[in-house]
């Protein structure tokens, strides 16, 4: 198992690469490019660079988060061979770096949404939260104006300008696309494209759904364990698997994180996990909160217990944090209760495998 912090390279972080490297436990970060334009390839004089950049720091790349999908590939449009053939040739220049596990979604429009990206708790910090009728209420264009407005001056990734003008048109778009179409283009693009992350050495993980449930008439399809495991037998490859995040599944009151942490770990199929905590109000309203068990409704520890007990070998990270003491950050990703969340994280794993000893 490798700990690891998701970094936003190009000066589009408030944290560096040399505060990554002096919390206990961090081998590593999960980065991207965020400025190439969805569909183009990623340049590989960039990625040696960004690499260099890394272990200057005395740090590690071997997770890419994320290589965006190109919405006429989730549309299944004609056009979408141009774009799995870019794709594939990033996948190329990322095994020339050595990255090993590619984080990716196959969302529709949206990557995922939030109705307040600083919402105030009792104690003061401040943290991203979901209100389904608010949300509801948003239309794309004051959706985004929402979002930005409290970014503090940072991208938001899944929210690209490029992607801002074509989001109405996209909704209107899926409306007359049904589910069972949204798998047919989601099996056409792993069948196209796992071939060569084996070839490559490179764990493809999807990221579920957030938040994991049908939003705006538009086809969500990575929300619980029977459509996980629909995913994954859509395509046998070992290349093929899941980044088990905790906190977008955790939403859904129906599913019961450790026993599918347990059965899909045991499967090999976890290469990446996403591990945060949720105090859920209802539903479908939830803000997000600190990381140990009695912040939240998720339990942490039976979570990492099941991945610790199936020989999870792969990568973690802490996901989302508040922003406390007086932090000014991208919201969910500061410094200071992401490093609180993967020390707490970092304890438990180490606790269960001195019990096992």
Same mark, same amino acid.
């Given at each position: 198992?490798?700990?690891?912090?998701?970094?936003?390279?190009?000066?589009?972080?408030?944290?560096?690469?040399?505060?990554?490297?002096?919390?206990?436990?961090?081998?590593?970060?999960?980065?991207?490019? +965020?400025?190439?334009?969805?569909?183009?390839?990623?340049?590989?004089?960039?990625?040696?660079?960004?690499?260099?950049?890394?272990?200057?720091?005395?740090?590690?790349?071997?997770?890419?988060? +994320?290589?965006?999908?190109?919405?006429?590939?989730?549309?299944?449009?004609?056009?979408?061979?141009?774009?799995?053939?870019?794709?594939?040739?990033?996948?190329?220049?990322?095994?020339?770096?050595?990255?090993?596990?590619?984080?990716?979604?196959? &969302?529709?429009?949206?990557?995922?949404?939030?109705?307040?990206?600083?919402?105030?708790?009792?104690?003061?910090?401040?943290?991203? +939260?979901?209100?389904?009728?608010?949300?509801?209420?948003?239309?794309?264009?004051?959706?985004?104006?929402?979002?930005?407005?409290?970014?503090?001056?940072?991208?938001?990734?899944?929210?690209?300008?490029?992607?801002?003008?074509?989001?109405?048109?996209?909704?209107?778009?899926?409306?007359?696309?049904?589910?069972?179409?949204?798998?047919?283009?989601?099996?056409?693009?792993?069948?196209?494209?796992?071939?060569?992350?084996?070839?490559?050495?490179?764990? &493809?993980?999807?990221?579920?759904?957030?938040?994991?449930?049908?939003?705006?008439?538009?086809?969500?399809?990575? *929300?619980?364990?029977?459509?996980?495991?629909?995913?994954?037998?859509?395509?046998?490859?070992?290349?093929?698997?899941?980044?088990?995040?905790?906190? +977008?599944?955790?939403?859904?009151?129906?599913?019961?994180?450790?026993? &599918?942490?347990?059965?899909?770990?045991?499967?090999?199929?976890?290469?990446?996990?996403?591990?945060?905590?949720?105090?859920?109000?209802?539903?479908?309203?939830?803000?997000?909160?600190?990381?140990?068990?009695?912040?939240?409704?998720?339990?942490?520890?039976?979570?990492?217990?099941?991945?610790?007990?199936?020989?999870?070998?792969?990568?973690?990270?802490?996901?989302?944090?508040?922003?406390?003491?007086?932090?000014?950050?991208?919201?969910?990703?500061?410094?200071?209760?992401?490093?609180?969340?993967? *020390?707490?994280?970092?304890?438990?794993?180490?606790?269960?495998?001195?019990?096992?000893?």
């Amino acid at each position: 198992m490798k700990l690891i912090l998701r970094w936003f390279s190009g000066g589009d972080d408030s944290v560096t690469l040399q505060q990554i490297k002096q919390i206990p436990g961090i081998v590593g970060v999960a980065t991207s490019l +965020s400025d190439v334009p969805v569909g183009e390839v990623w340049p590989l004089e960039r990625l040696i660079a960004l690499k260099e950049e890394i272990a200057t720091a005395g740090l590690e790349v071997e997770v890419i988060e +994320s290589v965006n999908i190109h919405e006429d590939i989730k549309k299944g449009l004609p056009t979408r061979d141009r774009y799995i053939e870019n794709y594939i040739k990033t996948l190329a220049n990322l095994s020339i770096i050595e990255i090993k596990c590619l984080c990716y979604n196959f &969302m529709p429009v949206f990557d995922w949404i939030r109705s307040d990206l600083a919402f105030k708790l009792a104690d003061g910090s401040s943290v991203m +939260s979901y209100r389904q009728e608010e949300v509801l209420r948003m239309n794309p264009l004051n959706m985004a104006e929402s979002m930005f407005s409290k970014a503090k001056g940072y991208s938001l990734p899944g929210w690209e300008e490029e992607r801002l003008a074509a989001m109405a048109r996209d909704i209107e778009y899926y409306q007359n696309v049904t589910v069972d179409q949204y798998w047919a283009n989601l099996q056409y693009f792993l069948d196209a494209v796992l071939p060569y992350a084996e070839r490559y050495d490179i764990k &493809m993980a999807i990221h579920p759904d957030d938040p994991p449930w049908p939003l705006f008439g538009l086809p969500k399809v990575i *929300t619980n364990a029977e459509n996980i495991r629909t995913f994954l037998a859509l395509n046998d490859s070992p290349a093929n698997g899941l980044t088990f995040c905790a906190g +977008s599944l955790g939403a859904n009151l129906d599913n019961d994180l450790p026993a &599918m942490a347990k059965e899909f770990s045991a499967r090999g199929r976890i290469p990446f996990a996403h591990l945060r905590n949720i105090k859920r109000l209802s539903a479908q309203d939830f803000d997000e909160s600190a990381h140990p068990n009695s912040y939240g409704d998720l339990d942490l520890f039976a979570i990492i217990k099941a991945l610790h007990d199936t020989g999870f070998d792969g990568y973690i990270r802490p996901d989302h944090g508040r922003m406390i003491w007086g932090e000014e950050a991208r919201p969910g990703y500061g410094l200071y209760d992401r490093a609180l969340g993967i *020390t707490y994280l970092y304890g438990l794993w180490e606790a269960l495998t001195k019990l096992q000893c």
